[in-house]
């Protein structure tokens, strides 16, 4: 088990626990139960292998099963590695592809039982993942695959003349004076800022897949999957509460015409890492949430929103602006342009500082050039 551990540590550069419970190695065994440790970490952690028969993975992890968008991954290798099995979450989590790496580590036959796996066809919620790619309604996921499996229907990249006028005319407010040019343009512009978002669109069959970090309308056909790809910059007097803060960066998301789902990270000062408000949002979101020096944030270049007051108490002229294009720069994301089919440059800003009483907001995109 130790070992094992040692290889995906090395192989995916992920936090690994490992946990033993045998008694003929008590000096290793942990003392509780194997259903305990499930209790203690299921909801911690992405992934859960199991080196036991499956049928005690089953039994420890059934009553904490929810949904596969909240599961982690689930799998279960016999002790002798001669079989891998992707037992939960399959897709969503990544049990297939975590079991499929265990295989070739350990020379062991993965065992993979979801129908588009074993038809060979595409997965729509598979895709969603392997992209960051949040799924805004899993019974129209469900409805792709199913007519995936039935008729073998695969995905087409809808053409900019495919786009039609009554596709424009049910566009979001951010999107409706927009000049269609079949990857719908949606311009924002705030304070001197002016960005523009992209939609890019999937034909699979009779379903049509639309993604993009906007608040669009779609209908009972079209699935929208959302990249985490906004990064919110926010400063906060002390003791702010977190109702506050969600209030404030969910009115910031509103008014830049975006999805909250599309939050991808919170960056602050140093000032605020121990901040509980903020702590508790980002845990909440299950975001990271990261802070940067005073000197680190007056030294990135560009024009922002400066205040003699917050340059007073921090030492850095605007705090949210700063950090938001901080991280946006220094952070790239795999499906940038190809996804988000977009003219706004990596790390600027979306939406300028707005001021929510005691809380300040800027937003920035998160992709790579």
Known sequence: ??????????????????????????????????????????????????????GIAVRSVAEHLTHKSKDPAIVCMDECSKHVISLVSGHAGGANALTQ???????????????????????????????????????KAKAISAEVLATGAKPV??????????EEKNACEVCKEQKSTGIDVGKIENDGCENEIG????????????????????????????????VAGV?????IPVDKIEHAVQDAFAKAGLRMEALCAVVSIDLKKEEAGLLEFCETRNVPFETYAAEELQAVPGTYSASEFVSGVTGVDNVCERSAVKYASEHGMNQGEQLLGRQAKHGELLLRKQAYGGVTVALAYVCSE
């Open 1 to 54: 088990m130790q070992k094992l551990a040692k290889k995906l540590e090395n192989i995916s550069g992920a936090e690994i626990i490992a946990k033993v419970k045998c008694e003929a190695l008590p000096e290793v065994s942990m003392k509780e139960t194997v259903k305990a440790c499930v209790d203690e970490y299921f909801e911690q952690v992405d992934a859960i292998v199991f080196v036991t028969a499956s």
């Open 101 to 139: 790496m265990l295989a070739d580590v350990m020379w062991a036959t993965p065992v993979i039982t979801t129908a588009t796996d074993v038809e060979g066809q595409f997965s729509i919620d598979d895709y969603a993942r392997e992209h960051n790619l949040v799924v805004t309604d899993w019974a």
């Open 157 to 166: 990249w809808v053409d900019e003349a495919e786009v039609s006028q009554e």
């Open 199 to 230: 939609v890019q669109k999937l034909q699979i069959g009779s379903h049509q897949v639309v993604i993009t970090p906007q608040d669009v309308s779609v209908d009972a056909q079209t699935l929208q999957l959302i990249p985490r790809c906004i």
């Open 235 to 239: 400063g906060c007097k002390k003791g």
